[in-house]
Structure formats: structure tokens, C-alpha cells
């Protein structure tokens, strides 16, 4: 069965930074892609950072410059480095493993990140 378990979310003021980690239970790296997404209340889940096929990292919209993804194929775990966070950035936090970039398929039970203006 697969577990995703993610960490580091909490609440931080405007200009803070956090950092998100998701641990799989098994490798999916050669397989799979793995992405960062995330719900604010009342909008629909959004992806936000990933990796291409090609293992390059990419980023969506307003975290462009502020988020950094990476992964440690070794511990089977996917980070999200957030600076600058702004008040927007408030919503929970999902990683998922990818049939491709963007299309999950198994998601973690999501981190809240909260920042205060």
C-alpha cells in the first residue's frame, strides 16, 4: 500500500519561510513524477511545483521565485522550500505521486500552511 506522509506545515508570518516534506513508502522516482498541490478553502486543488519526465523541477503561477522543490532519491522524500510567503499562500499542502506531471494519483493526508498578514 502506498503511504505518503507529509510534514512541516504551521503557521508563519508574511515574508516567513517554510519547508514541506513528503516521505513515500516505497520509490516512485524512476516510475513516477511526484508533485507539490494545494487547496485553499472554497477553490479547487492546484498543482504548484513538480518534476518534468526529465527530472527537471517546474513551478506554477505565483510561486515562481519563492518555492524550490528537490527530492532525496535515497530517503524516498520530496521537500517544498517556501520564502516569501504571503498571505495567498494559506491553504493545505498535498504531495502526490504522478502518472505524469501533473495527473496524481495517490495523495498524502496534506499539511496546513497558514501565514498571517
Known amino acids: 500500500q502506498v503511504q505518503l506522509v507529509e510534514s512541516g506545515g504551521g503557521l508563519v508570518q508574511a515574508g516567513g519561510s517554510l519547508r514541506l516534506s513528503c516521505a513515500a513508502s516505497?520509490?516512485?522516482?524512476?516510475?513516477?513524477?511526484m508533485g507539490w498541490y494545494r487547496q485553499a478553502p472554497g477553490k479547487q486543488r492546484e498543482l504548484v511545483a513538480g518534476?518534468?519526465?526529465?527530472?527537471?523541477?517546474m513551478y506554477v503561477g505565483s510561486v515562481k521565485g519563492r518555492f524550490t522543490i528537490s527530492r532525496d532519491n535515497a530517503k524516498n522524500t520530496v521537500y517544498l522550500q517556501m520564502n516569501s510567503l504571503k498571505p495567498e499562500d494559506t491553504a493545505v499542502y498535498y504531495c502526490?505521486?504522478?502518472?505524469?506531471?501533473?495527473?496524481?494519483?495517490?495523495w498524502g493526508q496534506g499539511t496546513q500552511v497558514t501565514v498571517s498578514s
Open positions: 516505497v520509490s516512485f522516482f524512476r516510475t513516477n513524477t
Open positions: 502526490a505521486v504522478e502518472s505524469a506531471p501533473g495527473r496524481p494519483m495517490y
Open positions: 518534476f518534468t519526465r526529465g527530472g527537471n523541477p
